[in-house]
């Protein structure tokens, strides 16, 4: 944690290698909860930059308050993906089949693949909030069971119980589907 914040210190300062030190330990984890989230990566891939725009823009006022600098960077990935979500009930799309787009090699394999990518987004839409973010933070942003819980303002074994009901959860609704 002291060195984390040693690097935050270091951005706010405008230090380019602190932000991108920042940047690069981040971002995947961003992307991965983001896409869960959204199901769509073109669109992830621009709102995880967004993310980090936002943040680089006002990183000068985050205070610590003894929770990772990570947490913040969720909550505003967060606030987008409400923002982004939003946006869109109001307005249909199509969406681009990005596996024709692309021209995969082997697009049998590549259609199942996005196939099964489907089921799970549907299936962890069927999910309570509290679980679907549990998910996210879990798998999608490789979050450890108590930064997930400082994150969520909750304690490791509600986490636990929260990780073990939406699970459980997905199972039933996978084997059903």
């Keep these: 944690m002291q060195n984390e914040e040693s ?10 290698a602190a932000l ?37 823009r006002s990183i000068s006022s985050f205070k610590w308050q003894g ?20 946006k869109k009930s109001k307005r249909p799309t199509v969406p681009l089949d990005e ?11 590549a259609v199942e693949q996005k196939l099964d990518n489907e089921r799970l987004v549907l299936a962890t839409k069927q999910l309570t909030q509290a679980q679907q973010e549990v998910i996210s933070l879990r798998f999608a942003g490789e979050l450890p069971l108590a930064q ?5 303002g909750k304690s490791e074994g509600a986490i636990k ?8 959860s997905l199972r039933k609704i996978l084997a059903a589907g």
């Design 7 to 16: 690097l935050v210190r270091r951005a706010q300062q405008h230090d380019q």
């Design 148 to 152: 997930v819980a400082r994150i969520m």
């Design 99 to 109: 596996s024709l787009a692309a021209g995969d090699s082997n697009p049998g394999q």
């Design 67 to 86: 929770t990772p600098f990570s947490a913040w960077l969720y909550r505003i990935a967060h606030n987008q993906i409400v923002d982004y979500l939003r």
């Design 20 to 56: 991108t030190q920042i940047y690069e330990e981040n971002f995947d984890k961003i992307y991965r909860y983001i896409v869960l989230k959204i199901g769509e990566k073109t669109e992830a891939e621009d709102m995880t930059q967004q993310v980090f725009l936002s943040a680089f």
């Design 161 to 168: 119980a929260l990780q073990h009901s939406a699970i459980v």
